[in-house]
T-cell receptor, first 113, second 114 residues
Framework: GDSVTQMEGPVTLSEEAFLTINCTYTATGYPSLFWYVQYPGEGLQLLLKATKADDKGSNKGFEATYRKETTSFHLEKGSVQVSDSAVYFCALGGSNSGYALNFGKGTSLLVTP | GAGVSQSPRYKVAKRGQDVALRCDPISGHVSLFWYQQALGQGPEFLTYFQNEAQLDKSGLPSDRFFAERPEGSVSTLKIQRTQQEDSAVYLC????????????FGSGTRLTVV
């Protein structure tokens, strides 16, 4: 079945460092890919999405490119801030599962001043 | 309302007790989803409503779990005879469309079964 694998955390970075969180997927068909972010005590928020191969999703300085050849959707940010500290979830949907999302286990990011 | 509202935020239940978790979706949203998030894991799909119709309940882990949305707005997830493995955060999401692109999640209900 469809699944998502993302790098394990926690990831600790200094402010202004470069961030990469790896995400790879397994799916039949043509899924859409998502990154969600969960700040402490809050619900999941959609960070960015891509609906087809080679699409790049971007938001708040974060980017991810849908790479069909490597089945990947890595999250990147050029310069992280303390306020980016959160748990990041890669998710897949729209393939076999239709409307349901398949989430990875999440990667915790801590950015220190 | 402005967002998806879930209540209670926290619930402690004794093993064997029945619980009911409420979700108020964004007004007018057609689609409503329930997910279960165990500690340290990603959310897992439980069930999906389109208006009042429950179109998919394939993710409900056992027949102790029951969800309803009788008037196509507020939804309740009920867990009967709670067990320790039911401890998790239960997330509700709603969408104005039947597809994937407009999900809005609530803050969740953290259920602890003791």
């Amino acid at each position: 079945g469809d699944s998502v694998t993302q790098m394990e955390g926690p990831v600790t970075l200094s402010e202004e460092a470069f961030l990469t969180i790896n995400c790879t997927y397994t799916a039949t068909g043509y899924p859409s890919l998502f990154w969600y972010v969960q700040y402490p005590g809050e619900g999941l928020q959609l960070l960015l999405k891509a609906t087809k191969a080679d699409d790049k999703g971007s938001n708040k300085g974060f980017e991810a490119t849908y790479r069909k050849e490597t089945t990947s959707f890595h999250l990147e940010k050029g310069s992280v801030q303390v306020s980016d500290s959160a748990v990041y979830f890669c998710a897949l949907g729209g393939s076999n599962s239709g409307y349901a999302l398949n989430f990875g286990k999440g990667t915790s990011l801590l950015v220190t001043p | 309302g402005a967002g998806v509202s879930q209540s209670p935020r926290y619930k402690v239940a004794k093993r064997g007790q029945d619980v009911a978790l409420r979700c108020d979706p964004i007004s007018g949203h057609v689609s409503l989803f329930w997910y279960q998030q165990a500690l340290g894991q990603g959310p897992e799909f439980l069930t999906y409503f389109q208006n009042e119709a429950q179109l998919d309940k394939s993710g409900l882990p056992s027949d102790r779990f029951f969800a309803e949305r009788p008037e196509g707005s507020v939804s309740t997830l009920k867990i009967q005879r709670t067990q320790q493995e039911d401890s998790a955060v239960y997330l509700c999401a709603s969408s104005s469309k039947t597809g994937l692109l407009g999900y809005t999640f609530g803050s969740g209900t953290r259920l602890t079964v003791v």
